[in-house]
Every structure is written in structure tokens, then in C-alpha cells.
T-cell receptor, first 115, second 113 residues
Framework: AQTVTQSQPEMSVQEAETVTLSCTYD???????LFWYKQPPSRQMILVIR??????QNATENRFSVNFQKAAKSFSLKISDSQLGDAAMYFC????????????FGTGTSLTVIP | DTAVSQTPKYLVTQMGNDKSIKCEQN?????MYWYKQDSKKFLKIMFS???????INETVPNRFSPKSPDKAHLNLHINSLELGDSAVYFC????????????FGPGTRLLVL
């Protein structure tokens, strides 16, 4: 089974600064999807950004961008100009295109934004 | 306007009771899921239904039984609740293999006393 690893249980960043959250995964597949979800204290799971493995270009969504290194099986999330509202738990997730509708989630990184 | 809704939002109950959590999505998706998030925030899939058919059934106790009356609903019934069932339960939906993104409900916090 695929595994998703987030090696940073906790991270902190100063407001307006940039922070990078790391994610690695293990797979033998060549085509798949990767996601970052945000879970604020409200507990709602919110999609931040997604990446299709066959696309070379890194996905970007406003202040959020990814560094997708397919060969290294790495999918880090960069948050620029951090805001207080970015404080949340961030989950990296993998979805296979071949093995049904199963999502695999990492264990999450808790991000604190310091005013 | 809510895409994926769950009721109730909070559920406090005694050990041994039977309870249900309801989930509805108005996105027209054909696949729905139940996840359990424990106290350490680890998110684990429990079930997945595609067009009302069970396609993922991870190792969960038989006390947990999903029911999908139609594509827009996936309810979770739990019998004989135990202390270890205390967690946040998330419902999610996606459009099968075409719409790869899962949309999550707000979660139901279950506390078993």
C-alpha cells in the first residue's frame, strides 16, 4: 500500500514570512494525484492545492505553491506571506488512479503562525 | 449551499448505546467516504461507497455499519459504543475517478462516556 510521510509534526512561522511543509510518499505507480488539505480549529477539512503527477509544472494557488519532485517522491507545500488564518493542521494526501477511490493521508503537520 | 453536511455536529453518549451519524452531499458525486480521526489527528478511512455499493471496507469492528440509501447519502450506524470510539468522524465525497478531489464535511465529534 502507498504510504505518505510528513516528518514535521509541528512547525511555526512568523506572520508575513514563508514556511515550507514537507511530504514524501511511497508508490510504484507513475500516475496519481497529490493533495494538501488544511484543517483549522473548526475541524473542517479544506482542500488547499492539488497536483497531478503527470504534470511537470508545480501547482500554485495564490500564496500556496508546491515543489513536486516526482523522482524523489517529494511534495512540499510552501506558504508565502503567512497569515494568522493559515494556522492549522496540514495534511498531505495521495490518491491512486489505479486502485479505486482510496486516499492515503499523512499524519499531519501542525502550523503555528506567530504574530 | 453546504456541499457535504453531517449531523449531528457533536454527539455525547454512554457506552453501550447505539448511535447514527448522517451525511449528505449535494455535489452530485457518486462516491462517498467515512473517515475516523483519532486524538492524535491521524485520519483513517473506514468505508467508501460508489453508486450505493460498498467498495472500500477497511478493518473496522462489525459494530460499525454504513448505509447508503442513495448516492447523495451515506449514514454511519454504530452499535454498542465503546470508549475507544470517541473520535471525530468525517464524511467526504468525490466524483469517482474523474473528480479526484474529495470534499469533506465539517466532522462529527463523538464522545463516549
Amino acid at each position: 500500500a502507498q504510504t505518505v510521510t510528513q516528518s514535521q509534526p509541528e512547525m511555526s512561522v512568523q506572520e508575513a514570512e514563508t514556511v515550507t511543509l514537507s511530504c514524501t510518499y511511497d508508490t510504484s505507480e507513475s500516475d496519481y494525484y497529490l493533495f494538501w488539505y488544511k484543517q483549522p480549529p473548526s475541524r473542517q477539512m479544506i482542500l488547499v492545492i492539488r497536483q497531478e503527477a503527470y504534470k511537470q509544472q508545480n501547482a500554485t494557488e495564490n500564496r500556496f505553491s508546491v515543489n513536486f519532485q516526482k523522482a524523489a517522491k517529494s511534495f512540499s507545500l510552501k506558504i508565502s506571506d503567512s497569515q494568522l488564518g493559515d494556522a492549522a493542521m496540514y495534511f498531505c494526501a495521495y490518491r491512486s488512479k489505479n486502485t479505486g477511490n482510496q486516499f492515503y493521508f499523512g499524519t499531519g503537520t501542525s502550523l503555528t503562525v506567530i504574530p | 449551499d453546504t456541499a457535504v453536511s453531517q449531523t449531528p455536529k457533536y454527539l455525547v453518549t454512554q457506552m453501550g448505546n447505539d448511535k447514527s451519524i448522517k451525511c449528505e452531499q449535494n455535489l452530485g458525486h457518486d462516491t462517498m467516504y467515512w473517515y475516523k480521526q483519532d486524538s492524535k489527528k491521524f485520519l483513517k478511512i473506514m468505508f467508501s461507497y460508489n453508486n450505493k455499493e460498498l467498495i472500500i471496507n477497511e478493518t473496522v469492528p462489525n459494530r460499525f455499519s454504513p448505509k447508503s440509501p442513495d448516492k447523495a447519502h451515506l449514514n454511519l450506524h454504530i452499535n454498542s459504543l465503546e470508549l475507544g470510539d470517541s473520535a471525530v468522524y468525517f464524511c467526504a465525497s468525490s466524483q469517482g475517478n474523474k473528480g479526484e478531489t474529495q470534499y469533506f464535511g465539517p466532522g462529527t465529534r463523538l464522545l463516549v462516556l
